[in-house]
């Protein structure tokens, strides 16, 4: 029997002992503000660009932190201090987010991509509640309705498909609006926010996911049909695992039983379908016809998908008390540890070959940040914090209909 409080306290250990140590150290611009992302391996600087997704995340982390674990004055000043340089160069004037900035805030890549503004957005909502401020409150809204405008064609101008032949929309978007609606709530009208979580459930659990496969495609066309392409036939286990937290999130906020046992449904069918038989792992990039995928790093083990999965598979037996929620769990937990896990050190690898080897020692770069290693982290100390505290875990059968449950 797994000793929830034992393994609690493993995880608590590793993110404020190890990990969050890391990115207050090395990763901190005290010069021209913001954030170093591209860190080796012993956290040396080897680029100065600035991504403003991962600028964002490192703001959100540690603003979140602040509010639900300890204020602690090293925290909340690292979050200001991704903030504030946010504020001043991250954007256009008009809340269109760049995607990059050299080291001094001068923008280098225009502002095409949509997740600059989900992050910018959760990361200014975090810090508000912080600090009280309402110009970062303001500039959380602000952005928001930024994404709302975009959602229909999010890369707009900068978008390389051509309208009207293969007219695609993706998974990410609704997926990252789920739990951005939950982050933000404070800061967005009433109605609209309850509008907006309407409308991304229905598009992750009736549009994308297909009942046909019992699995979530990362691409439909406009009028949510399954399309024979490389982008149509693309499944991603790590997006729909981590959907399918975020889904559970909101079945307990909707007090909406059927949802998280749908949304556990869709889970084990996922781990089930992406792990590697022969070297264990989840597979980053799958076809689900079983062709080549277009992905030349699609049999890679990323730190991420992983992460994400462990988050899943433990809220989904805390809610649920799926055994089968569990034992992946344990067999996640195990595999993440045994294999991302830096034993020299500090933070994690991000990067595995199929194989389960290091395939790039780094630490954080273009794509890896401060952020799902210790949002992960986190995640898992609480709900296995109360899984150690509490007797509600009791296995049973998934079933439709509202009922109560635990809260988050």
Known sequence: MIDFN??????????????????????????????????????????TDKFIWLQGREVWLFAMLYNQVERRPEWLDCAVRGAEFLRRYGHDGDYNWYFSLTREGRPLVAPYNIFSYTFATMAFAQVAIATGNEDYAEIAKRTFERILEKR???KGRWSKAVPGTRDLKDFALPMILCNMALEAE????????????????????????????????????????????????QITPGHSLEAMWFIMNLGVRLDDRALIDKAVKIALNTAEYGWDKQYGGLFY??????????QLEWDQKL??????????????????????????????????WSHFKDKEYPEWFGYLNRRGEVLLPLKGGKWKGCFHVPRGLYQCWKILERCSTRQFVQERPLQSGKVAVSAL
């Open 303 to 336: 730190w991420w998908v992983h992460i994400e999965a462990m988050i899943t598979m433990i809220k989904g037996y805390e809610l649920t008390g799926s055994k089968e929620c569990l034992a992946w769990f344990e067999r996640l937990h195990d595999y993440t």
């Open 285 to 294: 990039f799958m076809d689900r016809l079983g062709y080549p995928p277009q």
């Open 6 to 47: 034992k393994l609690a306290c493993e995880y608590r250990d590793e993110l404020l002992g190890n990990v969050l140590p890391f990115w207050l150290e090395h990763s901190q611009d005290k010069e021209f503000g913001g954030y170093f992302t591209c860190l080796n391996r012993d956290g040396s600087v080897f680029d």
């Open 152 to 154: 229909s064609c999010p």
């Open 186 to 233: 404070q800061m967005i009208d009433r109605e609209l926010l309850d509008r907006t979580i309407e409308e991304c459930i229905h598009e992750v659990m009736e549009v994308f996911y297909r009942e046909e496969l019992g699995l979530i495609v990362e691409n439909v066309t406009r009028d949510g049909q399954l399309c024979n392409s490389f982008e149509g036939r």
